[in-house]
């Protein structure tokens, strides 16, 4: 067995390219992550999972840091890769962050790898209200005290949010029975969801692509906790490289001010059969403002609501 036998396998790829006369410094963490409106920020550079909270403590080999140039093409970069195993099932990272808020915005970098599936039926990562165990529950529509949550993620290969709130109607059996997520912007005219005009696209979507970077950006507000859905002044809202797509606002997220934003997470979950291809991540601010692109200038404050 050679020396190098035994080195991780980060080491022997910087090796590998001071070989070859490549550069191979790793990046700095990026300037707002040091601002006192940053909640939680992630480049991967840590050299582990640990900074998260995780169940399942991101098994390998379906949660990993992996070399990669990332969004900024930089020689020595990490980002952490999630794939699902065969037949249904996913794999996430997961934080609790170090304080609730009434209102979030979260930025990151995703890539969908080579071969990746947009037919087959998923769901991804977002932010969420409540107890950590509520999270990934379906078919019940939450109390109002319990929890909220929405979720970026491909539906016929355009990216909606997948919404599970108290005041959820597009996909129920009845008033009072069975409930699935509402879909922001809602384009599935087939199945009926649309019942409301301003949920639908102001613009559609595009149609993700695979083995690009994607910056996204995602606004949730809480609003104010009322006992009907009269006056909920809640909203949603995402960026899709710097392009707003909504926001949609009237929703009715919480009876009790004691429900707070808690979490975030990002994932891959597969219902039925998909491909191995799965999903990149990298460079995640959680920020009580809104945090822009790498490569643009730092937005204002939206428009949609005022801050909490």
């Known amino acids: 067995m050679t020396p190098f036998a035994r080195l991780p396998m980060r080491w022997l790829a910087a090796l590998a390219m001071f070989a070859a006369g490549i550069s191979h410094s ?66 996430d990272v997961v934080k609790i ?33 409540g ?20 979720w970026m993620e491909p539906v016929k290969g355009r990216l909606n949010l997948y919404a599970y709130y108290r005041g959820m109607y597009q996909d129920c059996a009845d008033p009072n029975g ?9 384009f599935l005219d087939d199945g009926g969801y649309c019942k409301k005009p301003e949920h639908r696209e102001r613009i559609m979507p595009p149609l993700l692509q695979t083995n690009r970077w994607y910056c996204l950006e995602v606004e949730m507000n809480a609003g104010t906790p009322t006992s009907t859905e009269a006056g909920a002044n809640g909203s949603l ?53 809104r945090i822009g692109c790498l490569d643009s200038p730092r937005p204002n404050a939206p428009s949609s609501l005022t801050a909490n």
Request: charged letters at 20%; one cysteine or more.
């Open 97 to 129: 962050l170090p304080s609730q808020h009434d209102r979030l915005f979260v930025r990151w970098y995703q890539k969908w790898e080579s071969g990746y599936d947009f037919n087959a039926d998923n769901h991804g990562g977002g932010f969420h209200a």
């Open 178 to 186: 069975s409930c699935w997520g509402d879909h922001f912007p809602c």
């Open 237 to 289: 809202n995402y960026w899709i490289d710097g392009v707003e797509y909504g926001p949609w606002t009237g929703l009715w997220f919480r009876t009790t001010s004691n429900l707070k934003i808690n979490i975030f997470s990002l994932g891959l979950f597969f219902h039925n059969t998909h491909t191995s291809a799965g999903h990149m991540y990298d460079n995640i601010v959680v920020s009580t403002e």
């Open 26 to 91: 790793a990046p700095e963490p990026e300037s707002l992550c040091s601002r006192a409106v940053t909640i939680f920020c992630s480049g991967f550079e840590e050299g582990s999972f640990g900074i998260w909270d995780d169940y399942d403590g991101n098994p390998a080999p379906w949660n990993t840091l992996v070399l990669e140039p990332g969004p900024l093409s930089l020689s020595d970069n990490t980002v952490a890769r999630v794939r699902v195993p065969e037949g249904r099932g996913g794999h």
């Open 131 to 150: 107890h950590r165990d509520y999270m990934g529950r379906s078919g019940n529509r939450p109390t109002g005290s319990d929890w909220f949550s929405a």
